[in-house]
């Protein structure tokens, strides 16, 4: 079993930057490849994928936030992090962080294929 824990949600201003943090607090070592992604529901709205990366840095983004979200992999601290930078209020949003232990076993963005979950972080935009 693997146990990922959410923190550094919160609430900004249009346009501000936050960094949520997602640590792998146990099971980590249970695979050497995997792919870590984080997701976002937001009200009335499902979940979709925001970014993912996989154990060796590959990373890839959804259009809605290329080039203003950063997601980045810690392994020696079991952290990944995703930066946000010129949040709107599109962006707000409960965010979970997530992991799967297949690298090959299709989008890294499709919320289906990941077998381990947080709680989730609340990210709140205000104009």
């Known amino acids: 079993q693997v146990q990922l824990v959410e923190s550094g949600g919160g609430s900004v201003q249009s346009g501000g930057s936050l960094r949520l943090s997602c640590q792998i607090a146990?099971?980590?070592?249970?695979?050497?490849?995997?792919?870590m992604g984080w997701f976002r529901q937001g009200p009335g709205k499902d979940r979709e994928g925001v970014a993912a990366?996989?154990?060796?840095?590959?990373?890839i983004y959804a259009d809605s936030v290329k080039d203003r979200f950063i997601v980045s992999l810690d392994k020696a601290a079991n952290m990944m992090y995703l930066q946000m930078n010129n949040l709107s209020i599109e962006d707000t949003a409960m965010y979970y962080c997530a992991l799967r232990h297949e690298v090959y076993g299709g989008s890294w963005l499709r919320s289906r294929s990941y077998n381990f979950w947080g709680q989730g972080a609340q990210v709140t935009v205000s104009s």
């Open positions: 146990s099971g980590g070592d249970r695979y050497s490849s995997y792919v």
């Open positions: 990366l996989d154990s060796h840095h590959n990373a």
